[in-house]
Structure formats: structure tokens, C-alpha cells
């Protein structure tokens, strides 16, 4: 779960949009160049995110505080942890 604010932090894609028209990462308009070297042209090394979720300590794939099992559990957002759903009404299990 995200809350609407740190939804535009997810639309970042590494791989280019099949529909040019509308697509934000295309080659078109300076963007992305074809066939050049990439160990030339390379501006920062790519680090993956080595982050953990608060609750239950496992390894996250996005920045983000907590898993998405935990923030649904909790009723809070994955990546900055607001309150955006009251959970108090279902019936979770615990395991």
C-alpha cells in the first residue's frame, strides 16, 4: 500500500515504455541514445537499495520502510508510513 503522495516515487522505470506517444523514458526527444558505449557515456554506478522493513527485518526491493505485508497488516503506507487505511474492523491473522 502507497499512499497517493509517494506514488509518483514509483513511476521511475529502468526499461523503456512500448508506447512512445505517452511514454516519460523514451529514446525520442534527447533522451536515452542508441548504440553507444556504455562504459564511456556512464554517468553513476547503479546501487541496489539495501534497506529493511522496520517490523518484521526482511529485505526490500524499493525504498521504502516497510514490506508490503507489513504496511497492509498495519494499514500504512510502504514508504513513508502514514496511516491511510483503518484496519481495526478486519480479521488478520497474526502467523
Request: proline content about 3%; glycine content about 12%.
Given at each position: 500500500m502507497v499512499c497517493q503522495k509517494c506514488e509518483n516515487k514509483l513511476?521511475?522505470?529502468i526499461v523503456?515504455?512500448?508506447?512512445k506517444a505517452g511514454a516519460r523514458?523514451?529514446?525520442?526527444?534527447?533522451?536515452r541514445k542508441l548504440?553507444?558505449?556504455k562504459l564511456l557515456t556512464k554517468k553513476k554506478a547503479w546501487t541496489p537499495v539495501n534497506?529493511?522493513?522496520k517490523t518484521c527485518k526482511a529485505t526490500l526491493h524499493q525504498e521504502a520502510k516497510y514490506c508490503q505485508g507489513c504496511a497492509y497488516a498495519k494499514g500504512i503506507c510502504a514508504m513513508c508510513g502514514k496511516?491511510?487505511?483503518?484496519?481495526?474492523?478486519?480479521?488478520?491473522?497474526?502467523?
Open positions: 513511476s521511475k522505470v523503456p515504455d512500448k508506447w523514458n523514451t529514446t525520442e526527444g534527447g533522451g548504440n553507444q558505449n534497506s529493511k522493513c496511516q491511510i487505511l483503518d484496519v481495526t474492523g478486519y480479521k488478520q491473522s497474526t502467523a
